[in-house]
């Protein structure tokens, strides 16, 4: 199945991927990095990435710490 792309401008917020806005694309990119950062790791010492790996709260603030530099450059480069 194709996924469609749909880009609607409104007022001071451009809508894309199906109604995400730029803000929670950022959010996700930054959820993905921590994932592949953890994912990475495990490789790295021969561990299976489970439960016992992860830790919610580590992921949160990487997420929330990531997102607003991520953010801010997709922003920048959309002005340029």
Do not use: F
Request: glycine fraction near 2%.
């Amino acid at each position: 199945m194709k996924k469609t792309i749909i880009q609607e401008t409104v007022p001071k917020k451009k809508t894309t991927l199906d109604g995400m806005s730029t803000y929670e694309i950022c959010r996700w990119a930054a959820l993905k990095e921590a994932v592949d950062i953890l994912g990475e790791k495990c490789d790295e010492r021969n561990m299976e990435l489970s439960s016992n790996v992860l830790q919610p709260l580590e992921i949160l603030q990487y997420v929330e710490s990531v997102t607003d530099t991520l953010y801010n450059q997709v922003t920048l480069n959309e002005k340029a």
